[in-house]
């Protein structure tokens, strides 16, 4: 069955440099949502899409912006990174409206030296 | 807002034998779900199980299983014949309504012994 894919698996960055992560959601998945985990943390709630528009917002800094796409798949754009940016970040997909928790992709190791 | 608390960091158990992870949470909400996800080395998170709160009877899958106590906001998950591929860390969460964020524990990290 195919599952939420991200791309990359892996990103090292400079300190104020820009990354973009990506994201493909399970087919007929129309939402998506962002979670940071830092090293030893737990997921952090980031933002989330339904249709194409931002259904929640949590603890996002104003550096980092997202959109989903009209294929439904979203991109995740940081800017000014700093150090303590580097974490895991994962990318969820389900159906609008489910009570079945969600399906997570991998993850994009994104690491800020 | 809701919150999620895992008061055991570290947990161990021999193979074969029966563990407890202990959840409590707090919401003034009414309907929501809870979840376990595990999380292996690889660090995929992935659905153990989940439990409405508005139905009593406790979830199973083989043999994972939940004792979920509504009044005392408690949500454990038991871990019987455990295997060495159940080492991980284990996360329980908290979703209010439906298409909405999770809310996370700390984590227990389980390691499975021989």
Redesign the interface.
């Known amino acids: 069955a195919a599952g939420v894919i991200q791309s990359p698996r892996h990103l090292i960055k400079e300190k104020r440099e820009t990354a973009t992560l990506k994201c493909y959601p399970i087919p007929r998945h129309d939402?998506v949502?962002w979670?940071q985990q830092g090293p030893g943390?737990?997921?952090?709630?980031l933002i989330?899409f339904?249709e194409k528009m931002q259904?929640?917002k949590?603890s996002i800094p104003d550096r980092f912006s997202a959109q989903q796409f009209s294929d439904y798949h979203s991109e995740l754009n940081m800017s000014s990174l700093e150090l303590g940016d580097s974490a895991?970040y994962?990318c969820?997909s389900?159906p609008?409206?489910?009570?079945?928790?969600?399906?997570?992709g991998?993850?994009t190791?994104l690491t800020v030296v | 807002a809701q919150t999620v608390t895992q008061s055991q960091p570290e947990m161990s158990v021999q193979e074969a034998e029966t563990v407890t992870l202990s959840c409590t949470y707090d919401t003034s909400e009414n309907n929501y779900?809870l979840?376990w996800?595990k999380q292996p080395p690889?660090?995929?998170?992935?659905?153990v199980i989940?439990q409405?709160a508005y139905k009593q009877q406790n979830a199973t899958e083989n043999r994972f299983s939940v004792n979920f106590q509504k009044a005392a906001k408690s949500f454990s998950l038991k871990i019987s014949d455990s295997q060495l591929g159940d080492t991980a860390m284990y996360?329980c969460?908290f979703?209010t309504?439906?298409?909405?964020?999770?809310?996370?524990?700390?984590?227990t990290r389980l390691q499975v012994t021989l």
Not at chain 1, 96 to 104: C, E, L, M, R, V
Not at chain 2, 42 to 47: D, E, K, P, V, Y
């Open positions: 939402t949502y979670y943390q737990d997921p952090q709630f989330s339904y259904s929640d949590g895991l994962f969820a389900s609008w409206g489910t009570d079945y928790g969600y399906t997570f991998s993850g190791r | 779900y979840f996800y690889s660090r995929q998170m992935i659905l989940r409405e996360f969460a979703m309504g439906t298409a909405s964020k999770l809310t996370f524990g700390t984590g």
